[in-house]
């Protein structure tokens, strides 16, 4: 199963593990049961959803109706958020030959068809995939030649990226789903104008069309063009290993997790390339950093592994709010789903073969 893993596995912890370890039945000193995933501050769990098997990536379609869960074994599960009641399997012959993890997922911003969700997921194996959601029917389909580890849309849904195990980036025109672009670093290996290794995470500039950032295992986070076949400027130093690069679009702040024990949560300036500041640890120790993103205009969110938590960080006290923690596991991928008939976000987050439903309680998130 480890060969199938396309991110650092956390190292699990002895509180943790899931082997029992051989003691005789008359020991005096059983091992102390393990902890259930419980919430802390102004954070409540709602719904826990059981997959069946570990879910890699998930995502809310746009009305926030439908929460989509990437397995292990390359299913796709659809799930209603009102009940956590599963109501579609997208998966295929391919994709069942294959069985490689579902490593990314987007819906598109504007689905061009007249009823039903259009998602777009990637695979391990590079394939690239539209599922039609209530034909539950694959619509279009493309391999890469690599794992394909990251996906992304433009604002507007015209255009969407794909990266992976190396350093190129697809630009690919949605409708005719063709690569129009290949970003990628110069030959020369002393120009620093693209990436050097994997490439986990994607996000385009919320107002643009055009401008997108990413990062990945060089220690960089390089900002881009679409149509320019190299980076325009980088920043050093972030090592992302996952959907961990969120642009506000209020501030153009860039928010940037590391899957390190050290400086993995830190919040950039987009215009200058300056770090603003470095997120201070929870009083729990430090957790490498799988996901992040901005939550509201008051509040940031994180996640990860080493100690496996997920926690709401205000934005000007940098303290922990809220947190979910004892998670069975690390948080590979999260997502965030905002409503106008319900106050809070709600914020759906990964670990082992579990969804867990989070809502914010504090009256700054309302």
Request: proline content about 6%.
């Amino acid at each position: 199963m480890s060969g199938l893993l396309v991110t650092p596995r956390p190292r699990v912890s002895q509180t943790h593990l899931t082997l029992q370890p051989l003691i005789p039945e008359s020991s005096e000193d059983p091992q102390e049961p393990l902890a259930e995933p419980s919430t802390e501050g102004e954070l409540q769990l709602e719904t826990i959803i059981d997959c069946g098997e570990e879910v890699m990536s998930c995502r809310f379609n746009p009305s926030g109706t439908l929460l989509a869960a990437g397995l292990i074994s390359g299913t796709i599960k659809v799930y209603t958020v009102s009940d956590g009641s599963c109501v579609h399997t997208l998966q295929d012959d391919q994709s069942i030959a294959a069985c490689l993890p579902v490593t990314a997922l987007r819906f598109h911003p504007a689905t061009p068809y007249s009823m039903g969700d259009l998602l777009l997921a990637t695979y391990a194996g590079g394939q690239v995939k539209f599922w039609h959601m209530s034909t539950q029917s694959c619509v279009r389909s493309l391999r890469e030649d690599r794992q394909t580890l990251a996906v992304t849309f433009s604002p507007s849904g015209s255009h969407f990226l794909t990266a992976g195990s190396n350093d190129d980036i697809l630009v690919y025109d949605t409708k005719t789903f063709t690569c129009v672009n290949v970003c990628q670093p110069s030959p020369s290996l002393s120009v620093m104008d693209g990436h050097r290794s994997r490439v986990f995470g994607l996000t385009f500039h919320p107002g643009s069309e055009e401008s997108f950032i990413s990062g990945g295992w060089d220690d960089t986070v390089q900002f881009w063009d679409i149509r320019q076949k190299h980076s325009i400027r980088k920043i050093s130093g972030p090592h992302v290993c996952g959907d961990a690069l969120d642009i506000d679009p209020e501030t153009e702040q860039i928010l940037i997790g590391s899957w390190r024990k050290q400086e993995n949560l830190q919040v950039w300036d987009s215009q200058t390339g300056q770090k603003i500041r470095t997120v201070p640890d929870d009083f729990r120790g430090p957790s490498r950093v799988y996901s992040c993103r901005w939550l509201g205009a008051g509040h940031m969110i994180a996640a990860g592994s080493d100690i496996n938590m997920c926690r709401i960080i205000d934005r000007n006290s940098l303290q922990t709010r809220g947190s979910l923690v004892d998670l069975p596991c690390g948080v590979y991928s999260m997502d965030i789903s905002y409503s106008k008939t319900s106050g809070a976000p709600l914020v759906a987050v990964t670990s082992s073969n579990s969804l867990f439903l989070l809502r914010p309680t504090g009256s700054a998130f309302f």
